[in-house]
Nanobody
């Protein structure tokens, strides 16, 4: 199983970016998918998570500004639309997925991280 993240970059405060993550490999079922981020000198924190029950949860710091979405035709491709970006959103963003493979082994997989830099 592989996760490929893309879409990071440099943006001015108030701007927008869209991150994408594509999950590939021997996937039987996906239990959860989402995004974490890690700012310099800080611990990794949850940004958004979508569960198989159809519920999306967000960190308080991004509610109303970030939106998780998943492609309808490819439920293994998902996105994080980030609007009204703030300098404090600067971090490396990691996509992740908790899924079961064809051997019905459930594991958590991570993408390689994509850097988002918001200038003031």
């Amino acid at each position: 199983v592989q996760l490929q993240a893309s879409g990071g970059g440099l943006v001015q405060a108030g701007g927008s970016l869209r991150l994408s993550c594509a999950v590939s490999g021997s996937i039987f079922s996906i239990n959860a998918m989402g995004w974490y981020r890690q700012a310099p000198g800080k611990q990794r924190e949850l940004v958004a998570v979508f569960t198989s029950g159809g519920v999306t949860s967000y960190a308080d710091s991004v509610k109303g500004r970030f939106t998780f979405s998943r492609d309808n035709d490819k439920n293994t491709v998902y996105h994080l639309q980030m609007n009204s970006l703030k300098p404090e959103d600067t971090a490396v963003y990691y996509c992740y997925s908790r899924l079961a493979d064809y051997g019905l082994v459930t594991s958590t997989y991570w993408g390689q991280g994509t850097l988002v830099t918001v200038s003031s």
